[in-house]
């Protein structure tokens, strides 16, 4: 699986931003994507999930209520719609991909920056 993440940018504080990722590679139908994000100086982090089968989705508990994993199946594209940015959003966002039933995330994108500005 291939994944490519796009529409990162500058943005200020309270405004929105859409992140996609674009899979390509084999069948989706038993996989989870996820986004995580990495800001400087911290760890990685899960923001959500989305399962290609049914589109059941899953965010953390930061994230809840201002962010949207929403997919195409017909584009192979998983989108991160967020709401109400806060310069604590800024980091690099990644797209990942893993099997149903793996624990682990197999897959990565190459990462796309997200800067909200106060």
């Known amino acids: 699986v291939q994944l490519q993440a796009s529409g990162g940018g500058l943005v200020q504080a309270g405004g929105p931003l859409r992140l996609s990722c674009a899979a390509s590679g084999r069948t989706f139908t038993f996989l989870i994507m996820g986004w995580f994000r990495q800001a400087p100086g911290k760890e990685r982090e899960f923001v959500g999930r989305i399962a290609w089968s049914d589109a059941s989705t899953d965010y953390a508990d930061s994230v809840k209520g201002r962010f949207t994993i929403s997919k195409d199946s017909a584009k192979n594209t998983v989108y991160l719609q967020m709401n109400s940015l806060k310069p604590e959003d800024t980091a690099v966002y990644y797209c990942?991909?893993?099997?149903?039933?793996?624990?682990?995330?197999?897959?990565w994108g190459q990462g796309t920056q997200v800067t909200v500005s106060s």
């Open positions: 990942s991909a893993k099997r149903i039933g793996r624990s682990q995330y197999e897959y």
